[in-house]
């Protein structure tokens, strides 16, 4: 009989354990993408300025997606940016499919969307920073 129990108790919080709504996946999802690198509006805006050194752009920014030079040989670096979020949530039956043999009911939904940055920095013939700006959309 304890074997049972302990049998059925595992099952149950297995079951239990998967359920997560959308909104707390999207949670760690976020989580795990600013863990890692990620180029955003607020950090351009708090941290490129005026007279930065192309070497502090790097260390905050990352290496340029392309970079070309205008007419005077100067260089001018572009990021470019692109990130796909989808979220789905799914609710299911899972207790009765356990415990009665496959019915299942459930319902479901999804969304996808996409967001993009791109930031132009102009540098002047000492490799730092003249000018620059972004443009970001989301859809």
């Known amino acids: ?12 919080s297995l079951v239990l354990g998967g359920c997560q709504s959308a909104s707390e996946h999207a949670s760690q ?5 600013d863990a890692g690198e990620r180029v955003t ?3 351009v805006q708090r941290e490129i300025h005026v007279d930065m050194s192309s070497a ?10 392309m970079v070309t ?3 005077l040989r100067r260089e001018v670096w572009v990021y470019d940016k692109i990130a796909t979020e989808s ?3 799914g ?3 899972g207790l009765n499919a356990l415990f009665f043999g496959g019915f299942r009911s459930g319902a479901g939904a999804s969304s996808t ?18 000018d620059f700006a972004y443009r970001s959309s989301s859809f």
């Open 41 to 43: 509006v607020g950090q």
């Open 1 to 12: 009989m304890s074997r049972f129990l302990a049998s059925t108790l595992c099952a149950v």
């Open 91 to 93: 609710t299911s039956g």
């Open 113 to 130: 969307s996409q967001r993009t940055l791109t930031v132009v920095i102009k540098f002047d013939q000492n490799a730092r920073v003249r």
């Open 56 to 65: 502090d752009v790097v260390g905050v920014l990352g290496s340029p997606n």
């Open 69 to 71: 030079t205008d007419e």
């Open 87 to 89: 979220i789905s949530s």
């Open 29 to 33: 999802v976020h989580q795990a993408q």
